[in-house]
């Protein structure tokens, strides 16, 4: 019996006019933003490529993530290139996009148009699916035949998913065969299955917005009430809730800054240099001024660790509260477990900074064995290996599928005994 | 030879609502197959409420509804396969032309018909060969309550229920639906009618059923309306308190 009532549903959206602009939106916003950011990628690769670092050069630097095209996230700052000297690191330059207009508006790569567009589009096709059809009066002709009323909400809700994320797979799965004609896209068996995961994901939300517009549309009595409540709902989950609950956070933990930090990291590295030259004793020969200097950089390497190693521990704590918070909304789960998916998330550039603080490490370490025991330094290039799947979904990555999953279903268990209870006349 | 089974019977009915309002008090009736079934009363009376118990549109304080046998609260989607319903103002899919409305509505009734079997029911209802294709949004009450019927003649099914079917129809559409309806019964369809066209009512039914304030108050076979005058028995009771046998009515 469903079949007939999704194919109507199909054919009814098909021929309305909320179709045709949703269509055109959706093909439109997904091929400007691959085309965009595939663009922008290019442009930061060739920044990549003209400040990447040559045989001995002490710096850290990684390409740009070929995921970032979809997801851009914390990839710019991933990209950084670090500058590993005996007392510091320092930061060079990102490969920042040529694109200014991204430091205004809020960067519009695929994760942006599903989370922000495609999510509207869904509300726009649940919000009347029951109280329209009550209000037209043709929900009291549809159950006077045999058709349950949970196959009715099936059918509704699988008529309008298959019709939201047609067009949006059709335009995806086309700009990704286009992508895979540049060999820097080529990707692993690997690559494969996180862009499955990121597909799973945008399909799961757009099926989370859906079954929201649906639960709202039983609820209410007029699809114009609907709609507003809808409306609100939307602004609240997508842009008012992540925003106040990182602002939240940022009063409930509190992080030194980054000037502060880099300006304590100057004190200690004056403060033993002049520490230094006030004991320079020239009779102590040239093993004993070097033993002596190496005595100060180990205090100020050690200091500086300890003090980042702080700084981490408090980001770290912060990233954890305003993520636990945020998840209020579960828009926010959406967002961490794409970027996450992508190797663009906030775990991922946490990881990196590690992974430079260690290479920072083995140079010190060279270097100091180099200028103590004479031993020949050689420094191997700096490598980063991004997360594998099975990590990043054992650090967190389960948890917002599940939660958004969660969503989803209690919206689907919610709509489904509300619209049992429904009064159809 | 049609077989005079009951088609549809309501036994002890009765619906109140949360707010405490007695929408239905315990009624009794029954329908036969061939038999056109005319409930009348004025607005709030309880004759759509009937039809809505029987839909399992609301479900009975007390008592039971039954359509061929089957109980309507405890087997709902069984009992529908018996029913086709006809509202008041038929509202149809208006992206969509009759054509293709009847065509869904028909397979929702299990029934697939062919482009040739849907024009067919929709000259038989008299709606116009130029609107068969045309999107329903632009149609008139009368071509939509056209299309309605077809969609209840397309289910073939034991039971019709009507309620007011041709309220706000002209004439000339209210005499067709008429006709439809007597070869309908001609047919063995069950046919249970709420109307306020008294007139109408006496002209086409087998039985007539007069309801107030919930309850039925007079039961009539066409038979002894040929000895009655229906319009006077019913403004006779639309003007006196609520009470059943009096003024010789049996219900």
């Known amino acids: 019996m469903i079949a007939p009532l999704v194919k109507k549903e199909i054919l009814s959206n098909l021929l309305s006019y909320k179709f045709i602009v949703v269509f055109l939106m959706t093909i439109l916003l997904t091929a400007l933003s691959m085309g965009i950011m595939y663009r922008d990628f290019d442009a930061r690769y060739a920044d990549y490529m003209l400040i990447r670092p040559g045989a001995g050069d002490l710096i850290a630097l990684t390409p740009p993530n070929p995921f970032s095209v979809l997801a851009r996230g914390l990839d710019e700052s991933i990209g950084r290139s670090y500058e590993i000297n005996i007392h510091d690191i320092v930061v060079r330059s990102g490969q920042k996009s040529n694109n200014l207009i991204f430091r205004f508006f809020p960067t519009p790569d695929l994760l942006y148009t599903v989370q922000v567009v495609l999510s509207l589009a869904a509300l726009l096709f649940g919000f009347d699916q029951v109280c329209r059809e009550r209000e037209q009066g043709t929900l009291k002709l549809l159950l006077s035949h045999s058709v349950s009323r949970g196959e009715l909400l099936l059918s509704k809700w699988v008529g309008n998913f298959l019709t939201l994320v047609l067009p949006f797979l059709t335009v995806f799965l086309l700009a990704l065969l286009l992508l895979q004609l540049d060999p820097r896209f080529s990707l692993s068996w690997e690559g494969w299955l996180r862009l499955g995961l990121m597909l799973f994901l945008f399909l799961l939300y757009v099926a989370l917005f859906l079954s929201l517009g649906i639960l709202v549309s039983t609820l209410a009595k007029r699809a114009a009430t609907s709609l507003v409540i809808l409306l609100f709902l939307w602004a609240a989950l997508v842009f008012l809730l992540p925003n106040l609950t990182t602002l939240a956070a940022r009063q409930m933990v509190e992080v030194p800054s980054v000037r502060g930090l880099s300006e304590k990291r100057q004190q200690i590295w004056t403060r033993e240099i002049l520490l230094g030259i006030r004991e320079f004793d020239p009779k102590a020969g040239q093993q004993g001024v070097a033993s002596s200097w190496r005595r100060h950089f180990d205090v100020v390497n050690h200091e500086q660790d300890a003090m980042e190693e702080e700084y981490r521990h408090r980001f770290g704590r912060l990233v954890s509260v305003a993520k636990s918070l945020n998840r209020l909304s579960p828009v926010a789960s959406f967002v961490y477990g794409v970027n996450a998916v992508a190797g663009t998330g906030i775990e991922e550039e946490s990881r990196y900074k590690e992974e430079v603080l260690r290479y920072k490490n083995r140079v010190y370490k060279g270097l100091m064995d180099k200028s103590m025991l004479g031993k020949e330094a050689s420094f191997s290039a700096f490598h980063y290996r991004y997360r594998s799947l099975g990590e990043t979904f054992r650090e967190g990555l389960w948890f917002d599928l599940f939660w958004l999953a969660l969503f989803t279903f209690l919206f689907v268990v919610a709509s489904a005994v509300a619209f049992l209870r429904y009064d159809v006349r | ?251």
């Open chain 2, 1 to 251: 030879m049609i077989s005079q089974e009951i088609v549809l019977e309501a036994k002890d009915l009765s619906k109140r609502y949360e707010d405490g309002q007695l929408a239905l008090d315990h009624i009794h009736l029954t329908l036969r197959r061939g038999q056109i079934y005319s409930l009348l009363g004025a607005n709030g009376a309880g004759k759509t409420t009937t039809i809505n118990l029987f839909l399992d549109f609301l479900k009975p304080t007390t008592g039971q509804a039954f359509v061929c046998g089957i109980d309507v609260e405890k087997e709902p989607l069984e009992a529908k396969k018996h029913l086709a319903f006809v509202s008041e103002n038929v509202m149809l899919y208006g992206n969509f032309t009759a054509r293709q409305n009847l065509e869904f509505f028909a397979k929702l009734g299990g029934r697939s018909l062919t482009k040739e079997e849907v024009y067919s029911l929709l000259r038989r209802v008299s709606l116009q060969e130029k609107a068969f294709e045309q999107r329903v949004k632009s149609f008139s009450k009368g071509m939509r309550q056209k299309v309605g019927l077809a969609i209840a003649i397309a289910k073939d099914s034991d039971v019709i229920l009507l309620d007011e079917p041709t309220s706000g129809l002209d004439p000339k559409a209210a005499e067709e639906f008429q006709v439809i309806l007597k070869e309908l019964r001609a047919e063995g369809k069950g046919i249970l009618m709420s109307t306020h066209d008294i007139f109408r009512a006496q002209e086409v039914a087998d039985k007539v059923g007069i309801m107030k304030e919930g309850r039925l108050v007079l039961e009539r076979s066409r038979e002894e309306l040929y000895e009655e005058d229906l319009v006077k028995i019913y403004l006779d009771y639309m003007g006196s308190p609520c009470s059943m046998g009096e003024r010789g009515g049996r219900a």
